[in-house]
C-alpha cells in the first residue's frame, strides 16, 4: 500500500504548487475513517481509495480531485457525514464527495427503473463538475482489476455496467488508455472461454513474429530520420478486447485479421505529422479506404492523428498514427489532459444549470457531454432513458458539414434528421426537407463522409409520429418523443376544451378560459390545461366539470342535461339537448336538428386526437364519434357495422368543418369484383388515378378462374369524389362489381 508521503510527491513531482496540507489531511482522515474495514479481498479497505487516487495522479489531475478520491466512501461507508467534511476539506470537497456517494451504485441486474434512477444521478453529478466522472472512472477502474475477488453474479453485473456505461463515457471524454484498460477486464470476465483463447493464440503468435513489430518500428524510424524529421516511433499490439470486437464485426478468425499491430509516430508540429505520412506513402504501398485525417476533422472527443495503413516490410500489414506530441496527451488523457477542471465554464453556476445545462454550442467533450445530459434527462420513462443513453454512448463517426463549413460530427448511419438536431433542437424541431450536396433527398437518407447537408425548416410544421424511425441518435429521438408527446396533450386540451365549450352552449352557458381555470381546483387539477387534457382524455366525467364551471343553471336545465338517453342521432332525441350520464359519455342534438354543438372534425392531420376507424368515412357521409378513454375520438360512418360493438351512450356527435380552400384527402374502401385478365389491374389503378384518387393498399381478398376480388383502400376529397370514381370503375368492361366497405 502507498505511503502518506509517496502520494504527497507524485502529485507534488507534477503540481508543485500543490495543497501538500491539504493531501496529508485527506489521507489521514480516510484512512482513519475506514480503520478496519477490509475489502473482499482481505485487504484493508482504505487501499481502495488511496489507489484511486493513485490512478489520478496518472492522470496528473489536482489536489482537490487527488483528495475526493481519497475522501470518495468515508460518507457512504463511514460514520463520516457531509458536514464534518465541509468543516473539514471545505464545500467543494465536499460537494465532489457528495456526489460520488449519490451514484455509488448502479445495479444492472435489478430493476431497469433502479438503474436509470441512479445513472441520472451520476449525469447530474457529471454536469456540475467533471471531476465527479473522473474520480468515478478511477473509481470503476481499480474495482475492476480486483474483480476476481467479488462473487460470480457481481462480477457479471460490474462487467456489464463497465461495457455498457463507463467505458464509452471514458471514450467519449478521450480518455482511450483508460477506457480499454476497463474494456479489457469486463471482457474477461464477460466472455472467459473468449478471453482465455484469444489470449494464448495471441502469444502464440508474439512468440513466432518475435522482432517484428520492432524492425517495423525501427525501419519507420530510419525513414523519418533520413528525413530529417525529429519523431518518436513505438509499436504495439492491440488489446484483446479490440481485436475480438473486430472479429465479431467482421465475422473473420484472428489468422484472417491483418492489423493485429499498431504503430505510432509522435512528432513536433503539425507540419511534420503530413511530411511522415509523406514519406510512408512514397516507401510502402497503401491499403485502399484506410486513410482517414483527423487532424482537420477532429472527432467529438477531440481526438487528433493522421491513421493509414500500408503494406510495409516483410509486407505485413502496418497501422500508422502520426501526431503531435499534444495530440498524443489528449488521445492518452483526454479532458483530464487540458486542466478543465480549473476553468469555471466546465462547473455550473456560471450560467448554466447543473441538472439541464445544455452545452449547446461548445464543441468540447464536455460540452457535448452536457447536451447529451440534458437530452437524456428528458426521457420519460427509464427503458427510453437507458436506450437514448446506449445510443448516444455507442457509434462510429461520420463527419459532415453545415452550408457555412461547420463540421458535425455524428454515428455512423445517421440521417439528415439527426443532423438537424445536433445543429441545434429548433431545427431539428422545425424541419421539413433536406438537401444534401444541392439535392432534395428523403429525410431518412443515410449520411456519407463530407456530405454538406442543408435543413429546410418550417415553423407551423407538425412531424409525423412515424420520424423517429428515421433517426438514429438519442438526442433526436428524444426530441422528437417528447415533441411527440407535447402534440398529443395539446390535441387531448383542444378536445376536452371543444367538448366543454360545445357542451355549455347547448346549455346557453357562454365559455372562458377564466372559467375553467377557477374550477380546475375545485374537481383536483392545478391548470386549466391539466383539466382540459383529463376531459380530451376521458379521465374525469364531464359532468362534474361543469358542475364545477356553471353550478348555477337552473334546476330544469340540469335535470335535463345530466340525464341519460339510450338513442342518439335519432327522431327520439329529447328537446334537442345533449345528454350526459353516468359513464362519462356525451350527447348531442340529432342530426336532423341544429348542429351548433357538434365537435368539428377536419382532415387526419388535424389537432384534435382524431382516429378514423378501418373502412373510413369522407366529408358527406354522416359520421359518429366514440370517445375512447385515453385515445380521443374515433371517427365512424353511420352504416360502419362496428358502430355496434360500441354501446351508444358512448357516442358523441361529430360534423365535418373543411375547409374548401385547402383539400384534404381521407379514407375510404372499396371492394372491386374484376375479369381475372391480363391488364385489368392496370385499368382499374388508371381510372383511380386520372380521376384524383390515391391508392394506399390493394388486396387481393378472393381470386378464381375467371373474376379477383379486391380490397382497395383509396383517399379522396369528399364523397363526391368518391362517387366519381366508383361510377367511373363500374362503367370498365373489365369490372363486373363496385361497392364500398366499412370495415
Same mark, same amino acid.
Given at each position: ?64 480531485? /487527488? ?7 468515508? /460518507? ?393 424511425? $428515421? ?20 390535441? $387531448? ?248 366497405? $366499412?370495415?
Amino acid at each position: 500500500m502507498m505511503r502518506q508521503y509517496e502520494l504527497v510527491e507524485r502529485v507534488l513531482k507534477y503540481d508543485p504548487k500543490a495543497d501538500e496540507a491539504l493531501l496529508n489531511r485527506a489521507y489521514v482522515y480516510a484512512m482513519k475513517a475506514h480503520g478496519n474495514q477490509k475489502r473482499a479481498s482481505g485487504a484493508p479497505y482504505f487501499s481502495h481509495p488511496l489507489e484511486v487516487a493513485a490512478i489520478l495522479t496518472d492522470l496528473k489531475l489536482d489536489d482537490a480531485t /487527488i483528495a475526493t478520491a481519497l475522501l470518495h466512501d468515508v /460518507i457512504e461507508d463511514t460514520d463520516a457525514t457531509r458536514t464534518e467534511v465541509d468543516q473539514m476539506f471545505g464545500p467543494e470537497i465536499g460537494s465532489l464527495v457528495d456526489g460520488l456517494t449519490k451514484i455509488k451504485r448502479l445495479d444492472l441486474v435489478s430493476k431497469k427503473a433502479e438503474q436509470a434512477e441512479n445513472f441520472r444521478k451520476l449525469l447530474i453529478a457529471i454536469s456540475t463538475d467533471i471531476r465527479v466522472l473522473l474520480v468515478k472512472l478511477a473509481d470503476r477502474l481499480h474495482n475492476m482489476r480486483t474483480l476476481e475477488h467479488m462473487k460470480p453474479e457481481s462480477r457479471q453485473r460490474a462487467s456489464e455496467e463497465t461495457l455498457d456505461i463507463y467505458a464509452p463515457l471514458a471514450g467519449m471524454m478521450g480518455m482511450q488508455a483508460l477506457r480499454e484498460e476497463l474494456e479489457d477486464h469486463a471482457f474477461r470476465w464477460l466472455h472467459p472461454g473468449a478471453y482465455e483463447a484469444l489470449t494464448e493464440k495471441l502469444a502464440d503468435m508474439r512468440q513466432r513474429n518475435q522482432g517484428l513489430v520492432e524492425e517495423i518500428r525501427q525501419a519507420i524510424a530510419r525513414k523519418c530520420a533520413g528525413a530529417g524529421i525529429k519523431a518518436e516511433t513505438a509499436g504495439r499490439e492491440k488489446r484483446p478486447y479490440a481485436i475480438w470486437s473486430k472479429m465479431e464485426h467482421k465475422q473473420i478468425s484472428l489468422e484472417q485479421l491483418s492489423d493485429i499491430y499498431g504503430f505510432r509516430v509522435i512528432v513536433d508540429t503539425i507540419e511534420d505529422c503530413y511530411r511522415v505520412l509523406g514519406i510512408v506513402h512514397t516507401t510502402w504501398g497503401t491499403v485502399p479506404g484506410r486513410f482517414k485525417d483527423y487532424i482537420s476533422a477532429p472527432k467529438r472527443n477531440n481526438y487528433q492523428s493522421v491513421h493509414t495503413t500500408v503494406y510495409g516490410p516483410r509486407h505485413q500489414r502496418v497501422e500508422l498514427q502520426i501526431r503531435t506530441y499534444e495530440m498524443h496527451r489528449t488521445a492518452e488523457y483526454g479532458i483530464a489532459a487540458h486542466a478543465l477542471y480549473k476553468d469555471q465554464q466546465y462547473r455550473a453556476g456560471n450560467g448554466h444549470d447543473a441538472e439541464a445545462g445544455d452545452g449547446e454550442g461548445d464543441d468540447s467533450p464536455y460540452g457535448r457531454l452536457r447536451v447529451m445530459i440534458s437530452t437524456l434527462l428528458e426521457a420519460e420513462n427509464p427503458e427510453e432513458f437507458l436506450e437514448h443513453t446506449k445510443l448516444e454512448l455507442f457509434h462510429d463517426q461520420v463527419f459532415c458539414f453545415t452550408p457555412k463549413g461547420r463540421l458535425i460530427a455524428l454515428p455512423r448511419g445517421a440521417t439528415p434528421l439527426d443532423f438537424a438536431y445536433a445543429v441545434h433542437t429548433d431545427i431539428g424541431n422545425e424541419a421539413v426537407a433536406a438537401y444534401i450536396n444541392g439535392r432534395h433527398v428523403p429525410i431518412d437518407t443515410h449520411l456519407r463522409n463530407g456530405d454538406e447537408v442543408v435543413i429546410e425548416t418550417s415553423k407551423g410544421h407538425v412531424r409525423p409520429a412515424a420520424w423517429e424511425a $428515421f433517426a438514429v441518435t438519442g438526442r433526436a429521438r428524444a426530441a422528437i418523443r417528447r415533441a411527440a408527446r407535447e402534440a398529443v396533450r395539446k390535441r $387531448f386540451t383542444e378536445l376536452g376544451r371543444q367538448l366543454i365549450s360545445s357542451t355549455l352552449a347547448g346549455a346557453e352557458v357562454d365559455y372562458s378560459e377564466e372559467k375553467v381555470k377557477a374550477a380546475a381546483p375545485k374537481v383536483g387539477f392545478k391548470t386549466a390545461d391539466e383539466l382540459l387534457a383529463a376531459v380530451g382524455r376521458n379521465d374525469i366525467a364531464l359532468a362534474d366539470v361543469l358542475a364545477a364551471i356553471a353550478p348555477p343553471v337552473t334546476a330544469a336545465q340540469s335535470d335535463e342535461i345530466y340525464k341519460p338517453t339510450r338513442r342518439f342521432g335519432r327522431a327520439q332525441a329529447q328537446d334537442g339537448w345533449f345528454h350526459i350520464d353516468k359513464v362519462n359519455s356525451l350527447k348531442f342534438r340529432s342530426a336532423e336538428t341544429d348542429n351548433t354543438t357538434a365537435i368539428s372534425i377536419g382532415g387526419p392531420s388535424q389537432d384534435l386526437p382524431v382516429r378514423f376507424e378501418p373502412g373510413g368515412a369522407v366529408p358527406g357521409d354522416r359520421i359518429v364519434g366514440v370517445m375512447a378513454p385515453g385515445e380521443g375520438i374515433r371517427v365512424f360512418q353511420i352504416h360502419s357495422p362496428r358502430l355496434k360493438e360500441y354501446e351508444e351512450e358512448y357516442w358523441i356527435d361529430v360534423t365535418w368543418d373543411v375547409d374548401p380552400d385547402r383539400p384534404q384527402r381521407f379514407p375510404a374502401r372499396i371492394s372491386v369484383t374484376a375479369v381475372n385478365a391480363p391488364g385489368s389491374l392496370a385499368e382499374i389503378a388508371k381510372e383511380i388515378g386520372e380521376t384524383g384518387g390515391n391508392i394506399d393498399n390493394i388486396k387481393m381478398a378472393r381470386r378464381a378462374a375467371d373474376f379477383t376480388v379486391m380490397h382497395i383502400e383509396l383517399e379522396v376529397f369528399d364523397l363526391v369524389h368518391l362517387n366519381h370514381i366508383v361510377a367511373g370503375l363500374r362503367a370498365k368492361s373489365s369490372v363486373a362489381k363496385v361497392e364500398r366497405l $366499412f370495415e
